[in-house]
C-alpha cells in the first residue's frame, strides 16, 4: 500500500486526442500506449496493493465464519473487501481513467456516492443470510459482519490503513471473544416450545405456567399460539430462564415432556440471533 502521489492528476492535464465529434478517439496508436505508460502502470500498482490488502483483511474476518462453520467464510468476506476496496480507490485517480484520458470526459469523481452504492449493495448480500425459522432468527452476525467488511474495504480504499487494519482487528475479537463474554454475564436463555396434544385432551395454561414455573422458566407474555388439526390442539410458546443457574436445560426439559400426560409430540430449540 502506497500512499497517493501529490501531482497524481498532473498526467491528466495533457491534451487528449478527439475526434470532429468531441469523443475520444480510441484507435491512435499513442491513446493505446497511455494503457501502458509509466503514470499508468504505477497507478495500477498502487490500485493492486490496496487490494491485495484489503482482500487479506477480509479473509482475516472471514476466518472466524469459517472455524465456525459458517456458510460465509473467508472467500466471501474476502470478496467484499476486496471490491469495495477497489471500487473505492479508483475513484481518487480520475484523471488515469481510460488510458488516462478520462479528465476529457469526466467530471470530478464523487467518492460519497460510490460508498453509499458500496453500502446499499452489502446490504442485499447481508440480507441474504439472514434466516428465520419459528422463533429463531440466525444469520444476523454474519451479516453485520459483512457489513463491517465492507468498511474495511472502503477505509482501505481511500488509504486509511491503520483504521481498516484496526477495525479488522477490532471485528475479529468481537465476534470470537464477545461471544464467551456473554456466557459470563447474567443471562436469561429461552426456549421455543411446540407441543402437540392427544386428540380431544384439553390443556390448561395455568397447568403449564405452573409446570415451567418448577423447573426454573415462566412463559412469556403474548408468546402462546394455538392451533387445531384434526381435533388435536398444538401449542406454540417461549419459555425463558428465571436465571441462567437455576433453569432447568432443554435436555431435562425433553425428558420430562415426554411423560406429561397428554402430550403426543413435542419439539424443543434454543431461541437465537
Known amino acids: 500500500m502506497f500512499m497517493r502521489s501529490a501531482n497524481q492528476f498532473e498526467y491528466s492535464k495533457n491534451p ?16 493505446l500506449s497511455r494503457y501502458w505508460s509509466a503514470p499508468e502502470i504505477g497507478t495500477n500498482i498502487v490500485v493492486f496493493l490496496n487490494m491485495l490488502g484489503a482482500l487479506l483483511l477480509g479473509m482475516l474476518v472471514g476466518y472466524e465464519r469459517s472455524y465456525h462453520g459458517r456458510a460465509a467464510g473467508m472467500r466471501t468476506y474476502g470478496l467484499v473487501c476486496m471490491a469495495s476496496a477497489a471500487l473505492t480507490v479508483i475513484v481518487g485517480y480520475p484523471g488515469f481513467w481510460y488510458g488516462g484520458q478520462g479528465g476529457a470526459v469526466l467530471a470530478t469523481a464523487d467518492p460519497t456516492r460510490v460508498i ?3 453500502v446499499t449493495g452489502i446490504g442485499f448480500l447481508g440480507a441474504g443470510v ?22 474495511i474495504g472502503i477505509l482501505i480504499g481511500i488509504g486509511f490503513y491503520a483504521a481498516g487494519m484496526l477495525l479488522a482487528l477490532l471485528t475479529m475479537l468481537s465476534m470470537i471473544w464477545v461471544s464467551r463474554l456473554e456466557g459470563y454475564l ?18 390448561r395454561e395455568n397447568v403449564l405456567r405452573r409446570a415451567a414455573q418448577d423447573r426454573g422458566y415462566e412463559i412469556a407474555a403474548g408468546s402462546i399460539s394455538i392451533s387445531y388439526q384434526n381435533g388435536q390442539p398444538e401449542w406454540h410458546l417461549v419459555a425463558v430462564a428465571i436465571g441462567k443457574n437455576v433453569a432447568e436445560p432443554i435436555t431435562g426439559l425433553a425428558t420430562e415432556l ?6 403426543e409430540s413435542f419439539n424443543l430449540s434454543q431461541t437465537r440471533n
Open 186 to 203: 447474567p443471562s436469561r436463555p429461552a426456549v421455543a416450545i411446540v407441543v402437540r396434544f392427544r386428540k380431544n385432551f384439553e390443556p
Open 258 to 263: 415426554t411423560k406429561f400426560e397428554g402430550v
Open 116 to 118: 453509499q452504492g458500496i
Open 16 to 31: 487528449q486526442p478527439v475526434d470532429q465529434k468531441g469523443t475520444l478517439n480510441m484507435l491512435t496508436v499513442e491513446s
Open 130 to 151: 439472514i434466516m428465520k425459522e419459528g422463533f429463531s432468527i440466525s444469520g444476523l452476525t454474519t451479516a453485520a459482519s459483512i457489513w463491517t467488511s465492507s468498511a
